[in-house]
């Protein structure tokens, strides 16, 4: 980026032109104290702070920082650059869920199998890497207080128990980048990142534009395949209001087609998803990736084996360490053609969400396969 563009270019061409997702990378990237971030009331956007040149400009950004446009996994010809830097290579077309191997995984030991969504697998590689110095901390989402407002928030997964109390998913949105501090804070020079796709390009954004020491800790990506998450308002104005479902009393939410939940009281509900679609949150309106294609394994639960996560090998990175929960007898592995559903809707998901990009924008992540016929 030669022209050295700053936060007035980041601004206008993602903050406020749609493009933002709120993974505020840019917040954790900048040197300086002079960019904050709103979490409240559906925002979920980086700000800058009226102290240095207002809500559009930055004083540090004229002197010449470049921090937060070298962050930010949106910004200009960002897939592109996160592919040459991850890959050696741009993706061809026909990998319309990004560069890398489908297999089928699950959890070995019982607890992460129960606990964890989907069979655990996430859970397993996390505590693996926790306890085998692969990695000091990782950047996860936890939820607020006792869990009763299932509002998501970053957290610190540092131990065993760190995991467990964080696993599963949550369906709003949680900016995990934003627990970094406290994870340096702790000692940490080895971090591992768990994120949707919007996350989980951040890290490859920041070592290919050399991004400073935060490139450099976050050693470890773990992506979550996401379609979209939704504004809290879905608790209420959906959940509650049309079903009856008070947030408090919900223990645990999934999507295999509609919205599962289940309560405190033993009941099950489904909501379907195109109820859902009104609540969904605006920095996923123009996402294109569904499959977090640039981190080093991307996991989801779209099979038909619910006890199954669907894992995305993508770096020699990622093929080494789940190598390593193989042998250690940690995970259990299957092809992934033994559900081709599973595959050819992965490809489905991926070719919808990169329908998304607005044109005008970096031309790449809208390249699809040419379809004959």
Known sequence: MPDKPHWRELFKEVVTSGLCTGCAACVVACPHPVLDYNDRDGVYRPFHLDIDGGPEDCTHGEKGCTMCTRACPRFRTWEGEIDRHRFAREREPEEVFGV?????????????????????????????????????????????????????????????????????SRYTYSANLLAYDRAVEGGAERIALVGMGCMASAPGAMQARKAGKVARRLSLTIGLLCSKTFDEA???????????????????????????????????????????HAFTREGCTQCPDFAAEHADLSAGGIGA???????????DQGRGLLARLVEAGVVETRPGDDDPGAVALLRKLARVSRRRWPEGADPAPRRLPVVSG
Request: hydrophobic share 50%; no cysteine.
């Open 100 to 168: 890398g191997d489908v297999l089928l995984a699950r959890a070995i030991d019982p607890e992460l199998a129960a606990v964890g969504q989907d069979g655990g697998f996430v859970s397993a590689l996390l505590i693996y890497a926790l306890e085998h110095d692969v990695v000091d901390a990782a950047l996860v989402s936890a939820l607020e207080g006792d869990g009763s407002t299932w509002r998501a928030v970053p957290a610190v997964a540092r131990t065993r128990d760190d995991v467990i109390a964080t696993s599963g």
């Open 234 to 276: 879905i608790f209420t104005e959906l959940f509650e209001a049309h079903y009856g479902i008070a947030r408090a009393e919900i223990v645990k939410m999934n999507i295999k087609g509609v919205f599962q939940i289940w309560t405190r009281d033993g009941g099950y509900y489904e909501v379907p998803l195109k109820e859902a």
């Open 305 to 315: 084996f619910g006890e199954w996560t669907l894992v995305v090998v993508r770096t």
